[in-house]
């Protein structure tokens, strides 16, 4: 049971350098999301996919792309990376964007800009 | 906007002790709420959530009361282990997109 899958785990850029974090859900989810965790600022929204070929703005989207080509694949794309984008990121699925329904997050991508 | 604020840790226990940590929201809706854990190395998952004003939600010996009238949510657990230790985010929807206001976490460390 993979659940949530991201790839890498682990990644160290060069400032400028792009790069593209995969995630992979086996669930049939239709929604799926991407955060940023930083200390003391808890997970912030990046981007967002409610559906196959949809994307849609978070929070903090500058700096960053997104795919949604096939249904269990969900792309973050940096194209210069820059200090300000070390982070870990999580990738999320939901069956449905209901108030109260579960998601189920990845082991995270830790990524760091130097 | 919508937000969630949460007690600062980290919160050091020993084991059998009892647990509370704090959470307020802000929003204009009726969100629902939700508690995830974040054990080492690991990603976020439910621990537990509340729909409505009054709801209890529980989950392996935690619970939170959604408290509408305080606008809280806090998390308690009457005798703490050691596997415990972990980081705990209080959450709230803002929309019926199912994203996730989240608040800035609370490491709890258990220690024997």
């Known amino acids: 049971n993979a659940g949530v899958t991201q790839t890498p785990k682990f990644r160290v850029l060069k400032t400028g350098q792009s790069m593209t974090l995969l995630c992979a859900q086996d669930?049939?989810?239709?929604?799926m999301y991407w955060y940023r965790q930083d200390p003391g600022m808890g997970l912030r929204l990046i981007h967002y996919?409610?559906?196959?070929?949809?994307?849609a703005k978070g929070e903090v989207p500058d700096g960053y792309n997104v795919s949604r080509l096939k249904k269990q694949n969900f792309l973050l794309g940096l194209e210069s990376a820059a200090p300000s984008q070390t982070s870990v990121y999580f990738c999320?699925?939901?069956?449905?964007?209901?108030?109260?329904?579960?998601?189920?997050f990845g082991q995270g991508t830790r990524l760091t800009v130097v | 906007g919508d937000s969630v604020t949460q007690m600062e840790g980290p919160v050091t226990l020993s084991e059998e002790a009892f647990l509370t940590i704090n959470c307020t929201y802000t929003?204009?809706?009726?969100?629902?709420l939700f508690w995830y854990v974040q054990y080492p190395g690991e990603g976020l998952q439910l621990l537990l959530k509340?729909?409505?004003?009054?709801d209890k939600g529980s989950n392996k010996g935690f619970e939170a009361t959604y408290r509408k009238e305080t606008t809280s949510f806090h998390l308690e657990k009457g005798s703490v282990q050691v596997s415990d230790s972990a980081v705990y985010f209080c959450?709230?929807?803002?929309?019926?997109?199912?994203?996730?206001?989240f608040g800035a976490g609370t490491q709890v460390v258990v220690t024997p």
């Open positions: 669930m049939n989810h239709e929604y």
């Open positions: 509340a729909t409505k004003a009054d």
């Open positions: 996919s409610v559906g196959e070929g949809t994307t």
């Open positions: 929003a204009t809706g009726y969100p629902s």
């Open positions: 959450a709230l929807t803002p929309d019926s997109w199912g994203k996730l206001q």
């Open positions: 999320a699925s939901s069956p449905d964007g209901g108030w109260s329904t579960e998601a189920f």
